[in-house]
C-alpha cells in the first residue's frame, strides 16, 4: 500500500474513533498515530518505503517489537519497527516520536513516585501517582528505574561543548524537601546560540540558591566541557550571578535583558498614571538603531523625569546602559539577544512538568526531571530552524 494512501487509513481509523468515543478513545487514537507515525520514520531512516526497489536503500524492515508505554492519557500498545542489514559503522534505529515524549515521561513519574514511597506524600499524589503509572510502585522499581535514567540524563549534561558566541543564563525555583523542612531549590539552567545560528542547551544544574558559589561552579562545569567562544553573555540582574560571571568570564560582554530592566524601572515611578509613558520612554531607548542614539534619548529622559520623578532619574542613568551592550552587535541579532526571553518560554515548559509534583523529594529528583525536559527541547531546537542567521552579519 503507498505511504500516503496508508496514512489517509489511519487518518479515518482515527477520526472514526474519535467520533464513535470521544475522550475515552484518545489514549488508542494516540496508540494508531504513534505507531503509524514511527513506521514512516522507519521508510525515511531506510529511505524505502516496504517493498520499494532504490538505490538510496540503507537496510531492510524487520518487523516490530511490542512496547507498553504508560502515559498520562493511559497505556499505550505500541508497535516498534525494527531494521536489519545496516551499513557497517550505522548506529541502528529507534523512533524519535517514541524516544522524545517517552524520557521526560519517566522522569516525571519517577518524581511523583519517590514522594510516594518516600512517605512525603498526600492523598492528592497518591491518585497521581495511579494516574501516571497506572500500577503500584515498589521502591525497588524506582530504584531500578532511577539508575537507568539518571546515567543517561548524566551523560547528556556532561557531554563535551564547544564554540558558543552567545550564551543564556538564568535561575527557577522550585518546593524541595532538604534537611527535613521545605525550601526552595534553584535551577540554574545555560543555553546557547552556536555558529550556525542554532539554539542549544547547554546545561543545567541544581542548588539551594543563586549564591556566587553555585554560579561560579555552574559556570566552571561548563568550561570544563569545553565551552568556549563566548562573545555576549545575556542574563538578568544579580548579584551572585555577576560576580561569578566576571570571574569566569572577566573579557566577555554582559547585556543585561532588556525585558527585566522595564519591569525593575517600576518600582521607582511614583504615580500609576505615569507607567505607561516611563515604559515608552524605555522602549524607545531601546529600539534606538545605534548606542549614540541610545544614548541621546536617555540623556533627554533622565531630564525630562529629573523634576516629578527623581529617583527613576537617577535609576535610569545608572542602569538602563547596562542594556546598551548589544549595539555592539551585529543589528540582525539584536532583537533575540537583548533579552532572556527565549530562556523565559523554556521555564514555562519546565514549569508545565514540575507544577505535576508539586513538591520534590531531594534536589536529585528535581535535577532528573529538569534534564528530562531540557534534553527533548534542545534536541527539537538543535534540528530546527535556524535561531539566527549567523552569516549576514
Known sequence: MPQTQQQSTAFDVVVELLNREGFEGMAQAIEILINEAMKIERNEFLKAAPYQRTDDRRGRANGFKDKEVHTRVGAL????????????????????????????????????????IQGVSTRKVAEITQELCGLDISSAQVSNAVASLDAELNEWRQRPLGETPYLLVDARYE?????????????????????????????ASTSLSEAEVHWREFFDSLLARGLHGVKLIVSDDHSGLGAARK??????????????VQQNATAYVPKVSQRKEVARDIRDIFNAPDRQEAERLLSKAVKKWTRSAPKLAKWMEENLEEGFTV???????????????LLENLNKQIKRRTRVATLFPNHDSLLRLVSAVLIEVSEEWETGRKYLNMEQE
Not at 568570564?249 to 527585566?260: A, I, K, S
Open 327 to 341: 549595539f555592539a552587535f551585529p543589528p540582525n541579532h539584536r532583537r533575540r539577544i537583548r533579552t532572556t526571553n
Open 175 to 203: 518546593k524541595v524537601r532538604h534537611g527535613g523542612s521545605v525550601v526552595d531549590g534553584c535551577v540554574l539552567v545555560a543555553i546557547g546560540v552556536l555558529p550556525d545560528g542554532s539554539r542549544t542547551v547547554l546545561g
Open 77 to 116: 500498545r505500541c508497535r516498534v519497527p525494527q531494521v536489519r542489514d545496516l551499513p557497517e559503522g550505522d548506529h541502528g534505529f529507534y523512533p524519535s516520536s517514541l524516544e522524545k515524549g517517552v524520557r521526560s515521561e519517566r522522569a516525571l513519574k519517577l518524581a511523583v513516585a519517590e514522594m510516594y
Open 247 to 260: 570571574r569566569s568570564f572577566p573579557t566577555v560582554p554582559w547585556q543585561r535583558c532588556q525585558f527585566h
